[in-house]
């Protein structure tokens, strides 16, 4: 196992090297990893956020008062739900299971979604991020399951974390309901996944690119998938996944329930779901267009140096727990990474050029507090669902504000508070 040093000895460095291995049902607990490069990092090269390695697009202006914000964390803890769980005319292994993962009350999108999914109607969700849209899905969704043995869903995610962290959140409501379930994600394993998909899983979670290479490969009958998620749909759209998403769609059942989840509705999203859904309801618990519960600030700097003196003073100012740190691009990432392993801290680095057990390896030492500090381009920002983050520091400006929101929407999740600083060059 890669070992990092803790804060005070700044030179020692890890390897890891082991193998992946993905199936249906992914034990995080024993996956295992392949080699990370070794850093070669010094102090005093300050990052510098346009520098190569990835694709940045143009950045919007965002005027810096947008980025400060006092928290309201009481406002959004005083929810009060119409329904308790027990309400829900749910199966009780799944009531059970909520109990277990300590869920003591619906949030506002679960209290309003879970009844009219529950009923069969088609729903569109508008809720910001981190505000518990997976089990607003998944306990209906179980549900029916359990109950229409010719029913399958199938889940798709923008991301490869956020397909993950779907199937995590399934297993827990899932458990001991004795449905299969299969993940179909890049960057893992296409023998292992059709393994997978000859079960016949009830489940199947994917990101868009890796359900059609299964589709085009005749191993996934879409025909058969008559309960249907879209989650984060505004951020498939913005990757591009709007045409693959579209072709889908058209072959899964006709017959079917579709649900879909946004943190925008934007008319190409509006005109997706007027075209794929049947009579939807509209469910809208967002309440602004940033996490309410997140205090927002800036750091002010000058120059380079400035700027990684500032990160880190930032970063040993003692209120620091597990911190997401996001730069521009990839090369940015790893040596923004790189330098603070040379200064001590234990970070690891999450981008689009990282294998994805690399990417998961790296989000379950977060989990298990190996490291505190996770330098991430936006590819990170949606998806990873880690509690308890305490900071999300944005070294580098988004690219625009919509990204800004789920970048801090890492943090203050389930309505617990969170802190996002914003870098600013003088
Ligand atoms: P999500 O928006 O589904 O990614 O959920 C964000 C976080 O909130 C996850 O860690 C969930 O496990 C947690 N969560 C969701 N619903 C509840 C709830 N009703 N009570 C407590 N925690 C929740």
Same mark, same amino acid.
Not at 388 to 417: E, L, M, Q
């Given at each position: 196992m890669e070992s990092r040093n803790s804060y005070q000895s700044p030179s020692r460095r890890g390897s890891a090297e082991d193998r992946p291995s993905y199936g249906s049902r992914p034990s995080y607990g024993d996956q295992r990893y392949s080699t990370r490069g070794a850093p070669q990092g010094g102090r005093g090269r300050g990052p510098s956020p346009r520098s190569g390695g990835g694709s940045a697009r143009a950045k919007q202006f965002i005027h810096p008062s947008r980025f400060i914000q006092e928290a309201r964390v009481t406002e959004k803890a005083d929810y009060l739900p119409i329904h308790s769980f027990e309400d829900f005319a749910v199966h009780k292994k799944i009531l059970d299971n909520i109990v277990i993962k300590g869920f003591e009350k619906p949030s506002a999108i679960q209290d309003q979604t879970i009844p009219l999914v529950l009923e069969g109607k088609d729903v569109v969700g508008i809720a910001n991020t981190g505000t518990g849209k997976t089990a607003a899905f998944a306990i209906p969704m179980i549900h029916d399951l359990m109950t229409n043995m010719d029913h399958r869903a199938l889940i798709m995610a923008p991301t490869r974390e956020l397909a993950q962290q779907i199937m995590e959140e399934c297993f827990s409501f899932g458990k001991g309901c004795g449905l299969r379930s299969a993940l179909l994600i890049g960057g893992a394993s296409m023998y292992l996944q059709k393994r997978d998909l000859r079960?016949?899983?009830?489940?199947? /979670?994917?990101?868009?690119?890796?359900?059609?290479?299964? +589709?085009? !490969?005749?191993?996934?009958? %879409?025909?058969?998938?008559?309960?249907?998620?879209?989650?984060?749909?505004?951020?498939?759209?913005?990757?591009?996944? /709007?045409?693959?998403?579209?072709?889908?769609?058209?072959? +899964?059942? !006709?017959?079917?329930?579709? %649900?879909?989840?946004?943190?925008t509705m934007e008319p190409k999203i509006a005109r997706l779901i007027e075209q794929f859904s049947r009579n939807p309801v509209t469910v809208s618990t967002k309440e602004g267009s940033t996490v309410d519960s997140v205090s927002q600030n800036v750091v002010y700097y000058s120059g380079s140096t400035d700027k990684m003196d500032k990160l880190h003073d930032v970063l040993i100012g003692g209120d620091c727990g597990r911190t997401i740190i996001f730069d521009d691009t990839k090369r940015a990432v790893e040596r923004l990474g790189r330098e603070l392993h040379a200064r001590g801290f234990k970070v690891d680095e999450i981008h689009g050029d990282k294998s994805q057990a690399q990417r998961s390896k790296a989000l379950s030492r977060l989990k298990s507090d190996e490291i505190n500090i996770l330098v991430a381009t936006d590819v990170a920002?949606?998806?990873?669902?880690?509690?308890?983050?305490?900071?999300?520091?944005?070294?580098?400006?988004?690219?625009?504000?919509?990204?800004?929101?789920?970048?801090?929407?890492?943090?203050?999740?389930?309505?617990?508070?969170?802190?996002?600083l914003t870098f600013l060059s003088r």
């Open positions: 079960t016949n899983p009830r489940v199947v /979670i994917g990101t868009p690119g890796r359900i059609k290479d299964h +589709v085009q !490969q005749g191993t996934l009958p %879409l025909p058969l998938f008559n309960f249907i998620v879209l989650d984060e749909v505004d951020r498939m759209l913005d990757m591009g996944f /709007i045409n693959d998403i579209s072709g889908l769609l058209a072959r +899964v059942s !006709q017959d079917r329930q579709s %649900l879909f989840f946004s943190a920002a949606r998806g990873i669902d880690v509690t308890d983050i305490t900071h999300v520091i944005n070294f580098s400006t988004p690219n625009s504000y919509d990204d800004y929101v789920h970048r801090i929407g890492r943090t203050g999740r389930a309505g617990k508070g969170g802190k996002a």
